[in-house]
């Protein structure tokens, strides 16, 4: 699966991956207006055993499956993306 990974001008250290690149109509806007202008910053393919810096990779593909989008959250916040 590919997964293009925008960062959040507006929040520091905060990151949008996408499952479709610029298919930006996948978020709501309540999590879109947030986020402010978002820059582009990688393509990458996405697999179970790929290691990401901050996320867990399954987790992510669970949530690009589902809804098109996934949020990375700087490390001092909880992660409302992962259930627990």
């Known amino acids: 699966m590919q ?12 990151y ?3 499952r479709k690149r610029d298919d930006f109509a996948a978020l709501p806007e309540a999590v879109r207006a947030p986020l402010g202008q978002l820059a582009f910053v990688l393509e990458f393919t ?11 990779a399954v987790v992510v593909m669970a949530n690009l499956q589902a809804q098109g989008f996934h949020l990375q959250f700087p490390p001092t916040q909880p992660d409302p993306m992962v259930d627990g």
């Open 46 to 56: 996405l697999t179970p055993a790929r290691k990401l810096a901050r996320a867990d």
């Open 16 to 18: 949008l991956y996408l």
């Open 3 to 14: 997964a293009y990974v925008y960062k959040s001008l507006r929040k520091s250290d905060t």
